[in-house]
């Protein structure tokens, strides 16, 4: 899980399942994984997180575990990713695919998923006709496609509520995912390694540079496809979901052309500026 509170989550989760934690663990990650791209084996294992990871779930290099007796050392039959909904939580996500990637086998037995979480749920109220009902959206593309064609349906009676990561979960709310999960099986056929490649390897900056620059101009026309739930292969991840990080990344780190600001420098001169002058 991303965090602390994506494990509580977790957590919560599990205990509506059958035979709760007596089956079901949680890991948390804290802050970014680390990217394996290009590196050793030893330098991978010196990692804290990489070790505590292949000792809770008995993996080893080299194994091949679509051999029966092999599968049957792990001490999981899954492995689910939950992360923040956010640009973030999609880097996060790809981190920890790059790493299971070490282990082609676990894709072929269909190991490696990740719970979708809400990003943005819509209610509506109780009227004459209708009961009070609520939609919810797992991807930021999904609900602007949605409000582009239902701006008409938000009135002010209409509750919009937008959900700044897992921590942002009230009690309770996570039961949606045990009753009606979104869940995500990663398939990788060996062929996408450039993409991977792409993604992931430092080495690849400058092929990385037209990518993202052209994602850019792309998503101006329309967002990609983004998927989220059901089968994807890791070419459509990384080519769909993990160019999302890349392009908010890019807007982050470049000041603006009008005012020279990046955007954490013009969202806090506003902030100081609403406080100093806001009641006037």
């Not at 035979?19 to 990692?47: C, E, M, P, W």
């Not at 819509?122 to 009227?127: G, Q, R």
């Not at 080519?239 to 990080?245: P, T």
């Amino acid at each position: 899980t991303e965090g602390l509170s994506a494990k509580t989550v977790a957590d919560n989760i599990t205990e509506n399942e059958p035979k709760g934690r007596d089956y079901h663990g949680s890991f948390a990650i804290q802050g970014k994984f680390i990217n394996v791209d290009g590196l050793s084996k030893t330098t991978i294992d010196a990692n804290k997180e990489v070790r505590q990871i292949k000792e809770a779930l008995n993996l080893k290099y080299g194994v091949d575990y679509t051999i029966p007796e092999n599968k049957a050392t792990l001490r999981y039959g899954k492995i689910r990713i939950l992360t923040d909904g956010d640009d973030d939580g999609i880097h996060i996500r790809g981190l920890l695919i790059r790493f299971f990637l070490q282990w082609p086998s676990l894709f072929q037995l269909n190991m490696i998923e990740c719970l979708s979480t809400r990003v943005v749920s819509v209610t509506f109220p109780k009227t004459k006709t209708k009961p009070r009902h609520e939609i919810c959206f797992y991807s930021n593309p999904e609900f602007k496609e949605w409000q582009s064609q239902n701006s008409h349906l938000l009135t002010p009676k209409v509750d919009v509520k937008y959900f700044k990561g897992l921590g942002s979960h009230k009690l309770g709310e996570e039961r949606l995912y045990a009753t009606d999960p979104k869940l995500v099986t990663y398939q990788y056929t060996g062929r996408e390694q450039k993409y991977v490649q792409l993604g992931f390897n430092e080495k690849f900056v400058e092929k990385r540079k037209p990518w993202i620059t052209d994602a850019i101009e792309e998503a101006k026309i329309a967002e990609p496809a983004y998927i989220t739930e059901g089968n994807l292969s890791i070419k459509s991840f990384i080519l769909n979901q993990l160019i999302i990080y890349h392009r908010i990344t890019l807007k982050r780190c470049l000041p603006c052309i009008w005012d020279g600001l990046k955007d954490a420098q013009r969202k806090a001169l506003y902030g100081i500026l609403n406080s100093l002058y806001g009641s006037q």
